[in-house]
């Protein structure tokens, strides 16, 4: 089945240590998406690729970095730099890119929860 | 950007039918009304989305208003495992993916 898969579920970050969420999809999308929720909130836009090896930031990159070497995957890091990095996260994909239709629907995972021990 | 305004929270019975609001008052003629639901610790999946006609799927309808400065989604039975944050966003030709930013929607509670 086509989908997205973020790994892991649950992740801890000891201080001062960089980890990476993952996220792969094989639905053959161009457009990936990483957000921020925090409890109770909206999402909020991390990093966004609309095209391998491009990705732009979003409103709340810092403390965050993200490479698309490849069009499956779009994996995040959350830095040291970034100190309050408890929150659920969420990864999403959609077909088109820079060329997107408005009519469009955007593919969900089923998010990483990141807490800080 | 457009915006989008909604309730944060609504409460129904089940198998009553739920009319969940949304207003978008500075909606631009190109601009899609696209609504999404989040169920506990999941990512937010797709319900459904229109431009200026009333749209069915197997999951809701949605109801726009003749200006379009406004929509309902509407669950027709409403069954525990409809509650959701429900989520309204506007997607227009700009292309920008800040259109793609989630407010705190509707938290709908579905009574037994």
């Known amino acids: 089945d086509g989908g997205i898969t973020q790994s892991p579920k649950y992740l801890f970050r000891k201080e001062g240590q960089n980890v990476t969420l993952s996220c792969e999809q094989n639905l053959n999308h161009d457009a990936m998406y990483w957000y921020r929720q925090d409890p109770g909130q909206g999402l909020r836009l991390i990093y966004y690729s609309q095209i391998v090896n491009d990705f732009q930031k979003g409103d709340i990159a810092e403390g965050y970095s993200v490479s698309r070497e490849k069009k499956e995957s779009f994996p995040l890091t959350v830095t040291s730099a970034q100190k309050n990095p408890t929150a659920f996260y969420l990864c999403?994909?959609?077909?088109?890119?820079?060329?997107?239709?408005?009519?469009?629907?955007?593919?969900f995972g089923s998010g990483t929860q990141l807490s800080v021990l | 950007d457009a915006k989008t305004t909604q309730p944060n929270s609504m409460e129904s019975n089940e198998e009553e039918p739920v009319h969940l609001p949304c207003n978008h008052s500075t909606i631009s003629g190109t601009d899609y009304i696209h609504w999404y639901r989040q169920l506990p610790s999941q990512g937010p999946e797709y319900v459904i989305h229109g431009l200026t006609s009333n749209v069915n799927n197997r999951m809701a309808s949605l109801a726009i208003a003749e200006d379009r400065k406004s929509s309902t989604l509407i669950l027709h039975r409403a069954t525990l495992r409809d509650a959701a944050v429900y989520y309204c966003i506007l997607r227009g030709n700009s292309g920008s993916a800040r259109q793609l930013t989630f407010g705190s929607g509707t938290q709908l509670t579905v009574l037994p």
């Open positions: 999403a994909s959609m077909d088109s890119g820079t060329g997107w239709r408005t009519n469009e629907k955007l593919f």
